[in-house]
């Protein structure tokens, strides 16, 4: 299993933990109150070297490219000019972390989606990225492949992930730990919090 790495060099990227998730909207994720304190706990640890990610979808279906016009199609409630705007916003306490915490909007399920991140988190140094929020089986999943794609060490707060899938947040907890062993490591919130300082 890889180390932790969790010093100077570590950033935490929260993914996606808006309002548009945690309200009782087509896209509610269930567990994300639940997850929210300990996103919170690693948010607070290092507030200045945390990036909170918000997916925001295109203003209408027939803006999106390729095959995200039938995804928006199938959720045309979800697009910006149906979607109450406030929706987009962090959740609670999360929102006045920022500033020192940075704010980064991506329109696909990756953080590297956006193309200005990774050559951001590199020109502050960081090797290693904890990956913490929604969800597990979504949007984290493409932003660790991403992040292993560009060269970063994942660490994995199992207790700071959320889904709305049972089953499928359970499978890719497996084939985290199981296929990825060698660049990524999971661990707690707790733990987490008492290394990182």
């Known amino acids: 299993m890889a180390p932790l790495g969790l010093d100077g060099s570590a950033f935490h990227v929260a993914v996606d933990m808006q309002r548009l998730f945690a309200e009782p909207t087509d896209w509610h994720v269930p567990w994300l109150p639940k997850v929210?304190?300990?996103?919170?706990?690693?948010?607070?640890?290092?507030?200045?070297?945390?990036?909170?990610?918000?997916?925001?979808?295109?203003?209408?279906?027939?803006?999106?490219?390729?095959?995200?016009?039938?995804?928006?199609?199938?959720?045309?409630?979800?697009?910006r000019d149906r979607l109450d705007p406030a929706l987009l916003e962090l959740v609670e306490p999360l929102r006045r972390l920022v500033p020192p915490a940075h704010l980064v909007d991506k329109s696909g399920y990756s953080a590297f989606s956006n193309p200005r991140l990774a050559p951001a988190l590199r020109r502050r140094g960081a090797t290693t990225l904890i990956v913490s929020g929604g969800e597990t089986d979504v949007c984290v999943m493409a932003t660790i492949m991403g992040a292993l794609d560009h060269g970063f060490r994942v660490v994995l707060p199992t207790d700071a992930l959320c889904s709305s899938v049972d089953r499928t947040h359970d499978a890719l907890l497996e084939v985290y730990r199981s296929r990825f062993g060698q660049q990524l490591a999971t661990t707690t919130a707790e733990r987490i919090c008492a290394r990182w300082t």
């Open 36 to 79: 929210l304190p300990q996103v919170t706990a690693i948010a607070e640890c290092r507030p200045e070297r945390t990036v909170f990610t918000r997916f925001v979808p295109p203003p209408t279906p027939e803006q999106a490219v390729g095959a995200w016009k039938d995804y928006y199609r199938r959720w045309r409630g979800m697009a």
